[in-house]
């Protein structure tokens, strides 16, 4: 039996009348959404911190005002956004009304990832509702805390005969994707991204992919090592490393690596402590399959700061590797957690040879004062079939990025006609 079917021919039967359409429809349920962040703040930040050990600022700041900041964007263009755009006509349409209008997918369906589980479930769920969508959305079961209040909780907030939310695991989620759907959003690894975008061409469903990778840090020797370093820290470990964004092995000269060292040090133990397992501030690994695997990137190069690990408390140090190899375990898939491998070149030119060597990151950085090397990243990578944009996250400056996604990284809104 499809313990799905029945759910999927009810939103089905809920978008074809139309219930979705109205601009008044569409604000009563972003308004709901809202309500549901802010009643139920300390509950999800209890939530986040059985999860992932997320501190209540980690969880704010990464989550929750994210969510919240997505709601008021809505609400304050909504009507702006639903309004027909008018185009210029041609010889052929001069007797015609030109315009376009934006009509909603369907049914949409929301795959969400482990890591922010809150924030990478609700923001597409804003555009989705935004443009008068259905929705099933498939939280992560890894993060069990969070999976459980937007099964029991963020319901009575929507309209459930337009809204769903599916549990399960894998097996779940491959029967879940059997159905057809007119739009699905993934979020999370390549592997799983294929199979994702295998189930949606068999029904021509557009998908939006955002995936994972390495994603590299260049640095100049120009640059001051303590703001680098400060920057650095800051972002690799925040969420324990477990950020898709987050920079995943560093490029430099070996006298900036020399350099470069003590500021890490510094930068850890001025944002952990002396004890980094006893402070507020740092994260967890989400589960043992994941600190195994982690444990196991350990034994790469050389630890030159950290390297500690406690299996029973999923801790992992934040730590720094140097000694690396290129064909290391630790350079052949994402790290995703809070180890950061030095590796040293001898130029710029080395640097940019290296990474095009290499699968398309999903953000790229780079630290220099000279602003001819962003500018030399940009023109390097302009042969990429990744699109350049810059970098969302505040974390690293003169930086630029490659979002990797099959299609448009902006959430499920509408179709153009």
Known sequence: MDAFEDTVLRLREAFSSGRTQPAAFRVAQLEGLGRFLQENKQLLQDALAQDLHKSAFESEVSEIAISQGEVDLALRNLRAWMKDQKVPKNLVTQLDSAFIRKEPFGLVLIIAPWNYPLNLILVPLVGAIAAGN????????ISKSIEKILA????????????????????????????????????????????????????????????????????????????????LAWFRYFNTGQTCVAPDYVLCSSDMQERLLPALQ????????????????????????????????????????????????????????????????VMQEEVFGPILPLMTVRSLDEAIDFINRRE???????????????VEWAVT?????????????????????????TTSVTPPTHRET
């Open 134 to 141: 259905c929705v099933v959305l498939k939280p992560s079961e």
């Open 360 to 374: 398309k990151p999903l953000a790229l950085y780079a630290f220099s004062n000279n602003s001819q090397v962003p």
């Open 152 to 231: 029991e909780v963020l319901p009575r907030y929507l309209d459930q005969s337009c809204f769903a939310v599916a549990l399960g695991g894998p097996e779940e989620t491959a029967r879940l994707l059997e159905h057809r759907f007119d739009y699905i959003f993934f979020t999370g690894n390549p592997r799983v991204g294929k199979i994702v975008m295998a189930a949606a061409a068999k029904h021509l469903t557009p998908v939006t992919l955002e995936l994972g990778g390495k994603n590299p840090c260049y640095v100049d020797d120009n640059c001051d090592p303590q703001t680098v370093a400060n920057r």
């Open 381 to 405: 990578m302009a042969s990429s079939p990744l699109t350049p944009s810059p970098t969302t996250e505040p974390a690293c400056c003169a930086a630029q990025g490659w979002r990797r996604s």
């Open 266 to 329: 510094n930068a850890i133990t001025r944002f952990y402590g002396d004890d980094p397992q006893n402070s507020p501030n740092l994260g967890r690994i989400i589960n043992q399959k994941h600190f195994k695997r982690l444990q196991e990137l350990l034994s790469c190069g050389r630890v030159a700061i950290g390297g500690q690990s406690d299996e029973s408390n999923l801790y992992i140090a934040p730590t720094v590797l140097v000694d690396v190899q290129e064909m290391d375990k």
